[in-house]
């Protein structure tokens, strides 16, 4: 059983920098103008509440909700609700982005913590660790519906704490394609249905991870037209790449689509140790074969960084054939777009045990465990993810916009954000977007975004190994050794 952390390592913050389309965080809207961040609001941890209502506060700033374009819709919605009951008064506590995770960890240090916190992504909540309430009771005694979501999700926010949060907004994963690209290759699409079956060559075979890899290369093409299963094919001189893990470059994204999640780290506190189980090397084995191999079909580091492939965002520059990556991948294919191209969606492919292996990035709004009125901001909580909450926060209305864009886990709002990707990618079926939404039935659970002893250093020494493989090749790298290596550098991590 994992420990919880202790106040002083919630001041180690879990940080992943991620530009607008370098490389986005979930919850970021895209079409939100960028400015400065705000400066906090007064905190009302000693101000007094309205007569004899509970004060119940929100701090916003672990993840979006930030920018000022952002505070209407949040600040309509606290109004709201203060207006539909007598009995408690949300404040709105909004934090720059920066400056949010030291602020948050001074004010729970100090016993004066918020009750509610978010949106926040896994990512951003490690750095929490150990502070979250666990809903069970306040879902139990409110009778709060659960049902409406895909039961994988509820699950999702399950661990050894409880249940620390409820779904709110998801981005679940898919395989991007190019019609056009499979047209010319003679290529069946993929799958359009989880269970559904590829056609290959004329024959019917499961859509795994070996048959994704063999359309791939035949979708990977030289500057001669060759492509990566033909003889005199050019791996030097790569025209197009039959597939990209865009922006989803990191030891634990790839192993969790690939070999499935697992809880990486075993031991208690002061014994943890590095679980990474060998479907994980091998499945990071696979991409840097996809690679390096000599039959390659990926594009390398400093290939997928090159100005003609995009700068890093390799599927808009309109040079791979297949992307593998959340829905919220969408902010970014604008140029795509503009460039005449076309893509849909299918779905991935079933990994060697048999079973479906997604990945969901997900937001939600958490509870903090020290919270002297859990039942009242329980109570808040539902308001703010509920219909109604939903309604101002993540739809929105021409006169106050929503403050944040994503696929709302609750069905019933999920149909106003297909329609504007409809209307931004009109090209797009309604197929592709049941694609992303049957998704949500295979969230990689523990995230791969999982908690670790000492998380930004851990995540960090993972994405330098992963790194090593981008831009090295077999020449010059011992993928065994260094594999090693970072298991024993993230045991040392650990241990601090």
């Not at 409406?148 to 779904?167: C, M, S």
């Not at 990566?228 to 030097?236: I, L, V, W």
């Not at 696929?407 to 090209?427: C, G, M, T, V, W």
């Not at 090593?468 to 090693?484: C, G, I, K, S, V």
Request: include cysteine; glycine fraction near 8%; proline fraction near 8%.
């Amino acid at each position: 059983m994992k420990k919880l952390l202790s106040v002083l390592s919630l001041l180690i913050v879990a940080t992943m920098i991620l530009a607008a389309c370098g490389a986005p965080a979930p919850t970021e809207a895209p079409d939100v103008p960028a400015t400065d961040a705000p400066e906090p609001t007064d905190a009302p941890a000693t101000d007094a509440p309205a007569g004899d209502k509970v004060q119940i506060r929100w701090f916003v700033g672990l993840g979006t909700g930030t920018d000022p374009a952002q505070l209407p819709s949040q600040e309509k919605a606290v109004a709201d609700f203060n207006a539909s009951q007598d009995e408690i008064e949300l404040v709105l506590e909004v934090v720059p982005f920066d400056s949010a995770r030291d602020t948050l960890a001074t004010q729970i240090a100090s016993g004066a913590g918020p009750d509610i916190i978010g949106p926040v992504g896994w990512g951003g909540s490690n750095a929490f660790y150990g502070q979250w309430l666990d809903m069970t009771p306040y879902i139990e005694s409110t009778g709060f519906d659960t049902s409406i979501y895909d039961p994988a999700l509820i699950e999702f926010y399950q661990t050894e704490e409880g249940q620390v949060g409820l779904p709110y907004l998801v981005f679940p994963a898919a395989i991007y394609y190019v019609p056009a690209m499979f047209d010319e290759a003679g290529l069946e699409y993929p799958p359009t249905a989880y269970g559904d079956k590829y056609t290959l060559d004329g024959a019917e075979v499961d859509w795994t991870w070996e048959t994704l890899t063999e359309v791939a290369k035949r979708l990977t093409v030289d500057v001669n037209g060759a492509n990566a299963t033909e003889d005199g094919f050019d791996a030097t001189q790569l025209q197009q790449v039959g597939f990209a893990n865009q922006w989803q470059t990191h030891v634990a994204y790839q192993a969790s689509y690939v070999a499935g999640a697992a809880d990486i780290v075993s031991g208690d506190e002061g014994s943890y140790e590095s679980a990474m189980p060998d479907s994980w090397k091998e499945a990071n084995k696979w991409v840097y074969d996809g690679m390096w191999g000599e039959q390659p079909f990926m594009a390398t580091g400093p290939l997928a960084g090159a100005p003609e492939f995009g700068n890093g965002n390799l599927f808009n520059s309109g040079k791979a054939a297949m992307a593998m990556t959340p829905l919220w991948y969408t902010c970014c294919l604008d140029q795509f777009r503009d460039a005449g191209f076309e893509f849909q969606a299918g779905v991935l492919p079933v990994g060697a045990d048999g079973e479906y292996h997604g990945r969901v990035d997900a937001d939600t709004i958490r509870l903090w465990k020290g919270s002297a009125n859990p039942e009242e901001a329980f109570k808040a909580l539902s308001y703010l993810i509920g219909p109604e909450g939903v309604q101002t926060l993540v739809v929105g209305t021409e006169e106050v916009p929503a403050a944040y864009s994503g696929l709302p886990a609750n069905p019933e709002f999920q149909q106003p954000y297909i329609d504007a990707l409809l209307k931004r990618y009109p090209f797009t079926t309604a197929e592709t977007w049941d694609v992303f939404k049957a998704g949500l039935t295979y969230p990689d659970n523990p995230s791969a975004e999982q908690w670790q002893p000492n998380w930004n250093e851990s995540w960090a020494r993972q994405q330098t190994f992963f790194d090593l493989l981008q831009n090295t090749p077999p020449d010059q790298l011992d993928f065994d050794a260094e594999w090693q290596k970072m298991v024993d550098d993230l045991n040392d991590i650990y241990a601090k």
